[in-house]
């Protein structure tokens, strides 16, 4: 197995502030842990602990994907850059991600 790289794909820009299409793109490396790197007017690196986290915080109910750059183990499935993330990673990956609840707040 070898580090998968993926962007995230923003179809609606909830907070104002990322705009949409490809707004990051990042790593995830064979221990889980994801290298993520910004676009935009003020570029930023981070690093998480797993994509979950990342998509915890910035999936927007849906609003953000990931889409697989990377799948040279397996096959693509047409189309999967349009589902949503979790589903695209299943495809994409054969692997399952668990998503806590998200609770909206006011």
Same mark, same amino acid.
């Given at each position: 197995m070898k580090?998968? #790289?993926?962007?995230?794909v923003r179809h609606a820009d909830i907070s104002g &502030?990322? !705009?949409t299409g490809t707004v990051?793109? !990042?790593c995830v490396f064979t221990d889980g842990s994801v290298a993520l790197r910004w676009h935009g007017q003020n570029p930023s #690196?981070?690093?998480w602990p797993d994509l979950d986290s990342i998509l915890a915080v910035h999936g927007h109910c849906g609003a953000t994907v990931v889409r697989w750059l990377d799948v040279s183990e397996m096959e693509p &499935?047409? !189309?999967t850059d349009l589902?949503? !993330?979790e589903v695209a990673h299943i495809l994409a990956t054969g692997?399952? #991600?668990h998503?806590?609840?998200v609770v909206a707040t006011a």
């Open positions: 580090p998968q #790289t993926f962007e995230l &502030v990322s !705009g990051a793109e !990042g #690196t981070a690093v &499935v047409p !189309g589902l949503p !993330g692997r399952h #991600t998503h806590p609840p």
